[in-house]
Every structure is written in structure tokens, then in C-alpha cells.
């Protein structure tokens, strides 16, 4: 199994609307250590809540050298994966739920030289996705901790099992676990297999990010309340 371990900070869990502190945020993280930033696209039809557009990650992409994972909580991400290409996305993730031509999205991501994602919700099993696997056609797979929607949420447990799942059916791909990641849980979703841990709310709420990230990865012990 390979182990590479990244920490994909999600600015959702950050004041990104303010465009000058956002830069000052994208810093923090540079020198923290972050090579990847998480970027939530919401529409307030898929999910409840509306975050940013393309416009926005076009801006990130000028500001920092951090890969940019964008990950779609969208309507109709078929039509929409254009747009976030051509915006700078690194990694574009779409959610395995509302895809309608998964394989046909999949395969324009890859043919841009973007890494292509697909992200399943809490109550999709692991398993759904075994077809695209086998065909090699994806790069992530996005494990949600918590239903899409909102940062700040609690982990659901079932979702870590799903981790090791898709290790079994994939050696090469990247697994990614999003939502509800803390300095707790870390340390077993990094053992199942994870590769990119996101992380909004542990890092953004902890006294020290760089510590944090670095707690998060593994390689600092800490005790409660040091964060
Ligand atoms: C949830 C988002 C997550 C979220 C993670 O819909 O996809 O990326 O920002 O935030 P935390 O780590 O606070 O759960
Ligand atoms: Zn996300």
C-alpha cells in the first residue's frame, strides 16, 4: 500500500469571502507545510448551503502554489466540470449520487490532465464504485465523513470501514476522507488507508495551525488542550 499522507485544509471553515485575509490564510498554510488545498463548491440545490463559483478558485489559483481540490456539491456537475478545469482545478472531485454520465465526466477530467474524484455520501456503499476502479478511470476517491453540506459536523463512523473497502478494490487510487476529520480519529483513517485528510474546522478552530497539520499527519504527539 502506498502512504502517502497529505492535510487538504477546506476554507470553507474560514472567513474566504474576505479576499485579503483569505490571502493571508493561503500563507499560513504554505508555511505550515499544506501542498493541497480543499476547495467546497456549493449551490444551494444539492446541499442546503451556497459557498462559491469558479470565479473564486480561478482567484486561489493566482494567490497559491497549494494543488487545488475542488469538490463539487453541484446539480448538474456534468455541465459544470468545464468551468472549474479552466479555473486551475488540480484534482476535480464529483459526487458519485447526481453524476449522470459518470464514466464520460470522469474521462474529460482526465483527458485535461486534472486528476479526476468521485465522492460518495455517507449512505453510498463502498461498493458502487468497483466498475470505475477496475476501468482505471478514477484518481480520488472521496470518502464523506459526514453528510455534504456544511463543515463542523460530526464524523459518521461507518465511513472509516468504507476506507479499507476501497483500498481492497484499488491500490493505486488516492482515498480521501472529508468531514468531521479530528486529531483523534486521524491516526485510524490514516492506518485504514487514507491519503488526503481534509480537514475545515480542526484546523481552523486550533490555536496552531502548523502544530495542528502537523498533529494531523502524524507526526507531532500531542496532549489535549495543546491545540
Ligand atoms: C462538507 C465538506 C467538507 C468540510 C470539512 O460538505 O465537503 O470539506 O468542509 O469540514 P470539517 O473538517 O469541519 O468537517
Ligand atoms: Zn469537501
Known amino acids: 500500500m502506498f502512504k502517502i ?3 487538504a485544509p477546506s476554507i470553507i471553515a474560514t472567513n474566504w469571502q474576505d ?10 498554510l504554505e508555511k505550515a507545510g499544506c501542498q493541497i488545498l480543499h476547495l467546497d463548491v456549493m449551490d444551494g440545490k444539492f446541499v ?9 478558485v ?5 494567490q497559491t502554489t497549494m494543488l487545488l481540490d475542488v469538490h463539487l456539491m453541484v446539480q448538474n456537475p456534468d455541465s459544470e466540470v468545464d468551468k472549474y478545469i479552466k479555473a486551475g482545478a488540480d484534482i476535480l472531485t464529483v459526487h458519485y449520487e447526481n453524476t449522470k454520465d459518470l464514466p464520460r465526466v470522469l474521462e474529460r477530467i482526465k483527458s485535461k490532465n486534472v486528476l479526476a474524484g468521485v465522492a460518495i455520501n455517507p449512505k453510498t456503499p463502498a461498493i458502487k464504485l468497483k466498475d470505475i ?5 478514477v484518481d480520488v476517491v472521496n470518502v464523506m465523513g459526514v453528510e455534504p453540506g456544511a463543515c463542523g459536523q ?4 461507518g465511513s472509516a470501514e468504507k476506507i479499507a473497502e476501497v483500498r481492497e478494490m484499488s491500490r ?5 476522507i472529508d468531514g468531521g476529520v479530528n486529531i483523534k480519529n486521524a491516526k485510524v483513517l490514516r492506518k485504514l488507508g487514507t491519503n488526503i485528510l481534509v480537514s475545515g474546522n480542526t484546523i481552523f478552530s486550533s490555536k496552531n495551525i502548523r502544530k495542528t497539520v502537523r498533529a494531523l499527519k502524524g507526526k507531532l504527539l500531542f496532549r489535549e488542550g495543546d491545540l
Open 154 to 157: 460530526t464524523f459518521i463512523p
Open 172 to 176: 493505486n487510487v488516492f482515498i480521501e
Open 19 to 28: 479576499r485579503e485575509e483569505l490571502s493571508k490564510t493561503l500563507r499560513v
Open 5 to 7: 499522507i497529505r492535510i
Open 48 to 56: 442546503k448551503n451556497k459557498t462559491f463559483n469558479e470565479e473564486l
Open 133 to 137: 476502479l477496475q476501468a482505471n478511470l
Open 58 to 62: 480561478d482567484y486561489v489559483k493566482g
